[in-house]
């Protein structure tokens, strides 16, 4: 089993920066994906971003491109997500989720994530 840990979330005003991690424990070796996603109130779930424990390619929702960074820090177990140019349309629970998948093209996708954190809200004022 892996555990997910997520800290960071806060209130922030629009135009301002935060920093979201994820803390992995357990079976770490059973995962080479890694993502964040987002849920606000009354929407459905989304993803974010992904990253892989190897090469580190990323990929981005579009609603986050140019704004958003996912990074990770494989000693640590852990990866983050910088977040710039906070809107008020990005208030969520973010959340961290891992899973394994065959190659790198995989991981270009918010399909089937097996791990999930308990979220950390971030909430955008105007």
């Known amino acids: 089993q892996v555990q997910l840990m997520e800290s960071g979330g806060a209130s922030v005003q629009a135009g301002g920066s935060l920093r979201l991690s994820c803390a992995a424990s357990?079976?770490?070796?059973?995962?080479?994906?890694m993502a964040w996603f987002r849920q606000a109130p009354g929407k459905e779930r989304e993803g974010v971003a992904t990253?892989?424990?190897?090469?580190?390619?990323?990929y981005y929702a579009d609603s986050v491109k140019g704004r958003f960074t996912i990074s990770r820090d494989n000693a640590k177990n852990s990866w983050y997500l910088q977040m710039n140019s906070l809107k008020p349309e990005d208030t969520a629970m973010y959340y961290c989720?891992?899973?394994?998948?065959?190659?790198?093209?995989?991981?270009?996708?918010?399909?089937?994530?097996?791990?999930w954190g308990q979220g950390t809200q971030v909430t955008v004022s105007s």
């Open positions: 989720a891992a899973r394994a998948v065959p190659s790198i093209a995989y991981c270009y996708s918010f399909a089937t994530f097996g791990y």
């Open positions: 357990g079976n770490t070796w059973s995962y080479n994906c």
């Open positions: 990253i892989t424990t190897g090469s580190g390619s990323t």
